[in-house]
């Protein structure tokens, strides 16, 4: 579519390596050679330090298992082309999408990210946000009146009828005007009402507190941090003025008749009586992406006609949409219509800088050839592993052995469940306190005092909490005996409560019925587990594979990281995730030993 139309004996097996290529050894831009595939350094590189940090493993041998890892997502990607797993419409579209956002980063990087300066100042003056987490409590509603009577309701210290939400803001990780409009606020002061999406936000700062990490040390030890956050902003602001000299004389418009064709058909999908059937947006596209709207279901009908006279069909935008790297996880059906024609605006935005890119040149640069085919080839990989899944059947009696022989393992820890009354002054709170001493109902005071309701239900003011639950309140609740109220206490910086335990469940196995599914899975798993391990055994001796090892060396681990996604494709990660392989798995043994 386009606008013009495992850690022991791995150290044993790095001195064993037998490589299995007479060819001409690799230079140091290359890592691993897999037949006529190359794995650059700078590929590695960047795979090695996007894997979890939570490997307890040797620097040495968490490189020597993402080289297993990439040898094995190789040796899957060409089993899916035997397979012809390639000839899906899915896995097409995929990789031409994938291409795209390939030359969307090339574009970036020399139209946008190369232009753009953080001076000493600003990274001082974003430092202090960084180094402190804001607690907020907030409110939403769909006009501003709404908004201004939970501002009005909060500051006579009464509970607004709209669900109280909490977040704990940290630096570059909200939209700038959020983040300016809560670091400005006092501990307790409120905020106007802020407009974002179509809706308007009310905050109330509950308390400031120094970050678990950041605050641990200065802006030197920081900078590229704080720095890295600073240029994504820039970008954005950045991006929106070449946007607009791109797109002049670009305009579209989008048909409402179709419009509401496809809104209807997403809701349907997506929602069941209003709401989301999964939170997860990759699912959503992987649903959209196996339910095809055929020209009888208007997939020919025109949806967005372009100034040069570009078409955009139902039937084309439906399959985008189950690859594009925007999520559609909007709550409600209502969030979903207006959501959607901001992800529509984003589509062609890539689109137009993409077409820019190609006539730039921008897709022939090694780096984007490199990115499309690394993210195709995993892909693939990642098609081999879900056909094996699907093949790995489990009998329900073997989940109930499973289930029965691991049942020690699958333990719900203590619950108590409390009836909280939550209150801004302390004086309330003794006040209710001895009201409460003379008899009074805590349920009847939690319902008409308490400002921080979980149960949004009016006939339960409880609440089931662990020992880590709510503050204080959970400690508090698991020094007390069934019956016994609390003395007011202090909950936070701006709130006090007293509790009440109602009744104690001690640890105990979950039901069969709430860990049934997962033990299925595992069992299911272990037999892909097998068949991949199956597979590779058989096949590895026949890939003419060359590790670069003085190469590899050199290389710099720098303790891994999280997922982090790309900020502007929220569905994207850095780098593309695979399982990760063993290098003690008896297929590498026997490929690095030569045996």
């Excluded at 397979?83 to 956002?101: F, P, T």
């Excluded at 979980?454 to 909490?465: C, L, P, R």
Aim: some cysteine; proline content about 5%; aromatic content about 8%.
């Amino acid at each position: 579519m386009s606008l013009t139309s495992t850690s022991r004996g791995i150290s044993t097996l790095l001195s064993a390596i037998v490589l299995m290529s007479c060819s001409k050894p690799l230079g140091d831009d290359a890592i691993i050679r897999i037949n006529d595939r190359m794995i650059s350094t700078g590929q590695f590189r960047i795979r090695l330090n996007s894997l979890p940090n939570t490997l307890q493993l040797s620097a040495d041998d968490i490189k020597e298992t993402l080289v297993c890892t990439l040898i094995a997502e190789a040796i899957l990607r060409d089993k899916a082309v035997d397979e012809k797993l390639d000839s899906l419409e899915r896995i097409h579209l995929l990789r031409d999408q994938y291409a795209k956002e390939a030359v969307y980063e090339e574009w970036m990087d020399a139209e946008v990210r190369s232009r753009i300066t953080i001076e000493p100042e600003e990274l001082a003056r974003a430092y202090e946000r960084f180094k402190e987490v804001r607690s907020v409590a907030f409110w939403t509603a769909d006009d501003h009146r709404k908004a201004e009577e939970i501002r009005r309701s909060i500051a006579q210290g009464k509970p607004p009828a709209q669900e109280t939400q909490f977040k704990d803001i940290e630096f570059g990780e909200s939209l700038e005007s959020v983040e300016d409009a809560i670091f400005a606020l006092r501990d307790g002061e409120i905020s106007e009402p802020l407009l974002i999406d179509g809706q308007f936000y009310v905050f109330e700062l509950l308390k400031r507190q120094p970050h678990p990490q950041h605050a641990t040390h200065d802006l030197t030890y920081w900078k590229s941090s704080v720095e890295k956050s600073l240029r994504a902003r820039k970008e954005v602001s950045l991006v929106a003025g070449t946007l607009d000299a791109l797109m002049k004389g670009k305009q579209y418009s989008i048909n409402r008749k179709a419009y509401d064709i496809l809104i209807n058909r997403l809701t349907m999908m997506i929602f069941d009586d209003g709401r989301l059937k999964a939170e997860d947006p990759e699912f959503i596209q992987q649903e959209i992406g196996t339910r095809e709207i055929s020209p009888g279901d208007d997939a020919g009908r025109l949806l967005i006609s372009f100034s040069d006279g570009g078409e955009w069909t139902v039937g084309e935008v439906w399959k985008s949409l189950s690859v594009c790297p925007y999520p559609l996880n909007y709550g409600t059906p209502e969030k979903l219509r207006h959501g959607l024609l901001d992800v529509l605006r984003k589509m062609i935005l890539l689109e137009s800088i993409v077409e820019d890119g190609r006539n730039k040149g921008y897709e022939n640069t090694r780096e984007a050839r490199e990115q499309a085919r690394m993210w195709f080839d995993n892909v693939l990989a990642q098609a081999m592993l879900t056909s094996y899944r699907k093949s790995a059947t489990v009998d329900e009696s073997e989940v109930v052995e499973y289930y029965d022989s691991t049942k020690q393992f699958h333990l719900q820890p203590e619950l108590r469940k409390i009836v909280p009354v939550i209150v801004r002054e302390m004086a309330t709170a003794e006040r209710l306190y001895n009201r409460v001493l003379k008899g009074a109902d805590v349920d009847e005071i939690s319902r008409n005092y308490s400002i921080r309701r979980i149960s949004q239900k009016n006939d339960d003011v409880g609440a089931v909490v662990t020992r880590d639950t709510w503050g204080e309140i959970g400690k508090v609740a698991f020094s007390l005996k069934p019956g016994q109220v609390s003395g007011p206490f202090r909950n936070s910086d701006t709130t006090y409560a007293i509790v009440k335990l109602m009744d104690i469940r001690p640890p105990a196995p979950y039901p069969f019925d709430d860990v049934g599914g997962r033990l299925r899975s595992i069992l299911e798993e272990r037999r892909v587990q097998k068949s991949v391990e199956d597979l590779l055994v058989q096949v590895v001796k026949t890939y003419d594979i060359e590790i670069n090892r003085p190469a590899l060396k050199k290389i710099e681990y720098l303790g891994g990281g999280l997922a982090v996604r790309k900020s502007h494709f929220p569905l994207r990660n850095a780098v593309p995730s695979f399982p990760l392989f063993s290098p003690n798995a008896p297929w590498y043994r026997s490929f690095v030993t030569g045996r």
